[in-house]
């Protein structure tokens, strides 16, 4: 069983940052599994924000890259996005994902960025 458990949402300003992070844990999570962000603003559709794979390589949607920061530490099993510039269209449901034959979603940490 996989559990995934995120921190740092929260309410900023516009320009501000926020760091969020995800704890993976269970018997199932396996260093090379792909991990990735995932947002869904109100009325919207999920997209993926950011994603890194086991080599570290990552990838980011084009309406963040050059702001947001994924990470992972495979020893700590834990995957973080460090988020600056931040603006209201940025202001969405986040969600941590594992992906492992299936995908593993976390509970979702809201964060507000207001003008």
């Known amino acids: 069983q996989v559990q995934l458990v995120e921190s740092g949402g929260g309410l900023v300003q516009s320009g501000g940052s926020l760091r969020l992070s995800c704890a993976a844990s269970g018997s199932s999570f396996i260093s090379n599994a792909d991990m990735g962000w995932y947002r869904q603003g109100p009325g919207k559709q999920r997209e993926l924000v950011a994603t890194?794979?086991?080599?570290?390589?990552?990838n980011y949607a084009d309406s963040v890259k050059g702001r947001f920061t994924i990470s992972r530490d495979n020893a700590k099993r834990t995957v973080s996005l460090q988020m600056n510039s931040l603006t209201p269209e940025d202001t969405a449901v986040y969600y941590c994902n594992l992906k492992f034959h299936i995908d593993f979603w976390g509970q979702g940490t809201q964060v507000t960025v207001s003008s």
């Open positions: 890194i794979i086991s080599s570290g390589r990552t």
